[in-house]
């Protein structure tokens, strides 16, 4: 479980969190929804450490992440950031094969190698492999990226927007193998956590959603408590309809 | 992979013995077990200026792609961002108040210089809009710009404008043996950065990948500084400054092999020693028995590749 405890974070005169606690549970996907500028990236950069604390206190399975060491962090959880900006012109082979790093410091050995060919496998990047990852797509590179956050093999990973990019075949295959990764059936269940911007992969596939609005929790639970009519249209602002299908919410947003 | 390193092998290793073959005084290889005066020649000059610029191409050329993946944009080098300058800026003041201090004092001095500049400009960056790759070269030209033209007016003032002329245009033709060993060191840190080499390559990520892999990505930026500040004192102060060499070939390298250090850190190493040692030689040879400076050789060829560089492909760092 990760355990936020009022946090509230400021940028110069902004205060972009204001005391927010919640749990994130030890179960499959965890959905961080709400509009633009809510926070979610924010927060979810104070609970990888891309950002300092200032106040408040975070723990990750009851581990305090401000006594943590970075290498002990980077064996915990992996994140895959919202902007990433790739300049660099590595091989996307090479690249997913960095996510191994915090294990072998520059010795990979053969479960690396498996491990790497498994991501590989699992996000369909076969085909790109032995690409530059400059002479890729946008989605294409954030595919890689998520690839390599899964191959660093930690209990937690923490995708910031992970489905920007990508087409919708794609995207649905993301999620379906991210939730896979998740179920508790898996070889070896991940937790994920990840900010998700169409609300209907949050329906679809989370077990958990946080909604943030300006910087506050406005509500949490799961799916089919917190995606209703109410809660939505209050969250972003508008008359927001919301159907059933197979069990799970259907979100009507865009007519 | 392995080709490429075989091909930079060869390529070095007949340049080199065309170097030492190479030069003013009459000299053949199968003297020296016979002449004295050969050997002589063989050892004081001829391999030394040959190891100087071997040395010089080479940590240059790692210089530059550290500081391309710190500052994580291809057009920067130590001569097109300040650091040149300010480590001349730091040995012309120490040559001022100290005309007498050992070089390696002197060398101090220059590096700390070109630290502080080098900071400089990473400060500066952090005020730029991440979005404009193109910004970034030429805010470093403006930088430089600027402290050159302080050094060249304290220059001006104490009448050393001779001494500036000298540290900007790498030339072998004074390398002796005993003047020029200090270049080691820099082949040294070079070797250095490939020890760091993946920790390098991380940090061309972004700090947010660093971060996520458990990297002290603060930490890297401070070796990079340091390295980058050392070698480029190094070079000013032994043979001085050879432009280009850190940006040109860090970026044809990257086209064959990317940016992966641990497999093409050797390659930088070795083309840029083979470049600035074919410059040399060129010069030697353009006017013989003439010699035109190997700095002047590469600045000219080496604008025309940045040109070429900047205009060539679509604009992406
Ligand atoms: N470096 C920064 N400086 C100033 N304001 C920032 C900075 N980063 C984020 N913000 C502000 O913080 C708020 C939350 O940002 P963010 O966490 O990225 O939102 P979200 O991911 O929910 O869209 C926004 O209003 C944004 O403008
Ligand atoms: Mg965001």
């Not at chain 1, 082979?93 to 050995?109: A, K, N, Q, T």
């Not at chain 1, 406005?218 to 917190?226: D, F």
């Not at chain 2, 200090?182 to 061309?204: E, N, R």
């Not at chain 2, 040399?280 to 604008?303: C, K, S």
């Amino acid at each position: 479980m990760i355990s936020i405890r009022n946090v509230s974070h400021r940028i110069g005169q902004s205060q972009i969190l204001r005391d927010v606690s919640a749990d994130i549970p030890d179960a499959g996907i965890t959905a961080l929804i709400g509009p633009n500028g809510a926070g979610k990236s924010t927060l979810l950069n104070l609970v990888a450490r891309l950002l300092t604390l200032q106040t408040g206190r975070i723990e990750i399975d009851g581990q305090d992440i401000a006594r943590t060491s970075s290498r002990d962090l980077a064996l915990k959880l992996a994140i895959v950031a919202q902007q990433l900006g790739v300049a660099s012109r590595l091989r996307v082979r090479d690249l997913v094969g960095f996510g191994r790093w915090p294990h072998h410091r520059g010795r990979p050995g053969p479960e690396d190698e498996a491990t790497v060919a498994e991501a590989i496998a699992s996000f369909d990047l076969g085909a790109l492999q032995h690409r530059f990852l400059d002479e890729l797509s946008g989605g294409q590179q954030q595919r890689a990226f998520v690839a390599m956050g899964f191959a660093q093999g930690t209990d937690w990973l923490l995708l910031d927007e992970p489905l920007n990019n990508l087409d919708m075949f794609h995207a649905r295959a993301l999620m379906a193998r991210v939730h896979a990764l998740s179920r508790p059936e898996a070889p070896r269940p991940r937790r994920v956590v990840m900010v998700v911007h169409e609300i209907n992969y949050a329906a679809a596939w989370a077990d958990h959603i946080i909604a943030l609005k300006d910087g506050a929790v406005a509500a949490c639970g799961a799916p089919t408590e917190v995606l209703t009519n109410p809660v939505l249209s209050a969250l972003f602002g508008m008359e927001i309809r919301v159907e059933e299908l197979h069990g799970r919410p259907l979100i009507l947003h865009h007519i | 992979m392995r080709l490429s390193y075989l091909l930079t092998a060869t390529a070095l290793l007949v340049l080199s013995l065309l170097s030492v073959l190479v030069g003013a005084a009459d000299f053949r290889l199968q003297d020296v077990t016979a002449d004295p005066d050969a050997l002589r020649l063989l050892l004081t000059s001829r391999l030394p200026r040959t190891f100087a610029a071997l040395l010089t191409g080479a940590s240059m050329a790692v210089a530059g792609v550290i500081m391309q993946l710190l500052v994580r944009n291809r057009f920067v080098e130590p001569g097109t961002t300040g650091t040149t300058e300010a480590a001349m800026l730091g040995l012309l003041c120490v040559t001022l108040l100290a005309p007498g201090a050992p070089i390696l004092l002197k060398m101090i001095a220059s590096a700390m210089a070109a630290l502080v500049g080098m900071a400089g400009f990473l400060l500066l960056l952090r005020r730029l809009p991440p979005a404009q790759p193109l910004l970034v070269p030429l805010v470093g030209l403006i930088y430089s710009g600027i402290i050159g033209a302080g050094a060249t007016f304290i220059a001006y003032q104490a009448d050393l404008l001779q001494y500036l002329g000298v540290w900007m245009s790498g030339e072998f033709s004074g390398v002796l043996a005993g003047r020029y060993e200090l270049l080691w060191l820099a082949g040294a840190l070079a070797l250095v950065a490939y020890v760091a080499a993946d920790q390098f390559t991380i940090a061309g990520l972004g700090r947010a990948t660093s971060v996520s892999l458990g990297l002290n990505h603060a930490q890297i930026v401070v070796l990079g500084l340091v390295t980058v500040s050392l070698v480029t004192a190094l070079v000013v102060v032994t043979v001085g400054m050879v432009p280009f060499v850190g940006l040109v070939v860090p970026n044809i390298v990257a086209r064959t092999m990317g940016d992966n250090l641990r497999a093409s850190l050797p390659v930088v190493a070795g083309l840029g020693g083979g470049l600035v040692l074919a410059a040399d030689l060129f010069g030697r040879v353009i006017r013989y028995p003439y010699e035109v400076p190997a700095g002047t050789v590469f600045g000219v060829m080496g604008a025309a590749v940045f040109l070429w560089l900047l205009l060539g492909r679509p604009a992406r760092a």
